[in-house]
């Protein structure tokens, strides 16, 4: 069954730690997404690619990176985490639809919570 | 720039009742038009779309139309569910390329 899976689905952890939150789909979708998420519920994309190599920085400034080494895979890196960093994060992907540049809807992952103490 | 505008929630309404949310955008050219559902403790789902004006999408009972001369894209459905409480996005991409541009989002309260 084609999905987006996102590990873990909760996270707590100290401040200074290194985490990286996974994102990866059976779909084979060229562009990949990741979303903030405040507990305001409003979204902001935080980082985007269009494919292998390819990565973006979205319209919320973020401390974290991205890679994508992999179609499937669109990992998010923060170095090291603090309090501010304490939210939702979604991850998304879609499929060029064809001429135009047009791309499909966006598909979402379940989201990962993150708790920074 | 592209923008939604969604009604400010919580939406608290009764079983059965019927629901409005609206959504007015802006945006250059011919957007396509979504709106999202969020259930608890999960990430968002496409709920329906519409690609041109006066299309109607419709999926569970929910439906919306593509309004151009209003730049509208309300959400209805006739008979709400306890199952239907969540939050709502109503989001727009524009006619080339795929940069989803949400509005707030409002919190449906359904109670039995």
């Known amino acids: 069954e084609a999905d987006i899976y996102q590990t873990p689905r909760y996270l707590v952890i100290g401040t200074g730690k290194k985490i990286t939150l996974e994102c990866s789909q059976t779909?084979?979708?060229?562009?990949m997404y990741w979303y903030q998420q405040d507990p305001g519920m409003e979204l902001h994309l935080i980082h985007y690619?269009?494919?292998?190599?390819?990565?973006e920085k979205g319209d919320l400034s973020s401390e974290s990176t991205v890679s994508r080494i992999r179609t499937e895979h669109f990992p998010l890196t923060l170095e090291s985490a603090r309090p501010s960093h304490t939210s939702q994060y979604l991850c998304?992907?879609?499929?060029?639809?064809?001429?135009?540049?047009?791309?499909?809807?966006?598909?979402f992952g379940p989201g990962t919570r993150l708790t920074v103490l | 720039g592209n923008s939604v505008t969604q009604m400010e929630g919580p939406v608290t309404l009764s079983e059965e009742a019927f629901l409005t949310i609206n959504c007015t955008y802006t945006?250059?050219?011919?957007?396509?038009l979504f709106w999202y559902v969020q259930y608890p403790g999960e990430g968002l789902q496409l709920l329906l779309k519409?690609?041109?004006?006066?299309d109607k999408g419709s999926n569970k009972g929910f439906e919306a139309t593509y309004r151009k001369e209003t730049t509208s894209f309300h959400l209805e459905k006739g008979s709400v569910q306890v199952s239907d409480s969540a939050v709502y996005f109503c989001a727009l991409t524009p006619n080339a390329g795929n940069m989803l541009t949400f509005g707030g989002g409002t919190r449906l309260m359904v109670k039995p």
């Open positions: 690619s269009y494919g292998v190599n390819s990565t």
């Open positions: 998304a992907s879609s499929e060029y639809a064809g001429s135009g540049g047009i791309y499909d809807e966006q598909f």
């Open positions: 519409a690609t041109k004006a006066d």
């Open positions: 945006a250059t050219g011919y957007p396509s």
């Open positions: 779909m084979g979708h060229d562009k």
